[in-house]
């Protein structure tokens, strides 16, 4: 059974850091593109980072470019979104997704949404002013 956990989210206050963690089941993780999503109050889901099954690329949407910092640990299964330099504009809930499909090249990445099938619960982030 696929099954992705969020955890990390929290109150946090403007320029301050949060870690986000994301553990996956039921998958040969090694092999699943991953991404991070988010969605505040009355917005579309957004996309906020990618990575490539071997951890070489990433790709991050613009709001967050320079300031949030993907990565994985395929021997924990275990997909991160570091961040850094916190704004209230930040505050949403944050989402894990997998991208199952197969690709030929192991820096095959997706910021698509459409391209995810396995989501997680979500994390809620808030940035304090």
């Known amino acids: 059974q696929v099954q992705l956990v969020e955890s990390g989210g929290g109150l946090v206050q403007t320029g301050n850091s949060l870690r986000l963690s994301c553990a996956a089941s039921?998958?040969?993780?090694?092999?699943?593109?991953m991404g991070w999503f988010r969605q505040a109050p009355g917005k579309e889901r957004e996309f906020v980072a990618t990575?490539?099954?071997?951890?070489?690329?990433?790709y991050y949407g613009d709001s967050v470019k320079g300031r949030f910092t993907i990565s994985r640990d395929n021997a924990k299964n275990t997909v991160y979104l570091e961040m850094d330099k916190l704004k209230p504009e930040d505050t949403a809930i944050y989402y894990c997704?997998?991208?199952?499909?197969?690709?030929?090249?192991?820096?095959?990445?997706?910021?698509?949404?459409?391209?995810?099938?396995?989501w997680g619960q979500g994390t809620q982030v808030t940035v304090s002013s």
């Open positions: 039921g998958y040969t993780f090694s092999t699943i593109v």
């Open positions: 990575i490539s099954r071997n951890g070489a690329s990433t």
């Open positions: 997704a997998a991208d199952p499909a197969y690709y030929s090249s192991d820096n095959h990445y997706s910021g698509r949404l459409r391209d995810y099938f396995h």
